[in-house]
């Protein structure tokens, strides 16, 4: 096992991934709704240490599953347009993580629990209308979420982990 004589000299980076969305939003009037949503991805997930005492420079790297449950208040800007609406949001984000599992340079296996975590959320929206008064919509979006992430060996360590994602699709009025 490396060692780890100084943990805060750990660095933890997380690169993008392409992942998959679903939400749906029930409306109380023209301005607040409730929306309830999915998302999930696969980043890749680096631990780098520099200067290790007999390892010099280490940099381990895994994929990390990683899933949203979001559930937010939204307040739409512009109620009376027929061909766009834009909103903001925030709420609750449940974020589940899968372990991390890295071969270290000396060839042994590192195996990382990741704990869930319960954090806030906060999104800016715009629908875009494909006809007058249809019911079909343009999506996009972009959604910050504040999680801290919890990873676990012999010693638990905690890491600020927000997400910030950028989401394009297609919606559906009903």
């Given amino acids: 096992m490396v060692p780890a004589e100084n943990p805060e000299m750990i660095r933890v980076i997380a690169d993008s991934d392409l992942g998959f969305g679903a939400s749906i939003e029930y409306q109380f009037n023209n301005l607040l709704g409730f929306e309830l ?3 999930q991805a696969s980043p890749t997930i680096e631990l780098r240490a520099d200067d290790v005492p007999g390892y010099g420079n280490i940099s381990l790297t895994d994929s990390m599953s990683t899933r949203a449950i979001t559930l937010d208040l939204d307040i739409h800007l512009t109620p009376n347009s027929q061909y766009f609406d834009f ?8 974020m589940g993580y899968g372990d991390l599992h890295y071969i270290e340079p000396d060839g042994d296996s590192l195996d990382l629990a990741v704990s869930n975590d319960l954090g ?55």
Avoid: C
């Fill in 37 to 39: 949503g999915y998302m």
């Fill in 87 to 94: 909103y903001f949001g925030a709420g609750i984000a449940s």
């Fill in 120 to 174: 806030y959320s906060a999104k800016a929206g715009l629908d875009i209308a494909l006809g007058k008064n249809g019911n079909w919509a343009a999506v996009g979006g972009l959604r910050y979420i504040w999680t801290d992430l919890e990873v676990t060996q012999e010693d638990a360590a905690t890491f600020d982990f927000d997400t910030f994602s950028f989401s394009v699709g297609i919606g559906y009025s009903f």
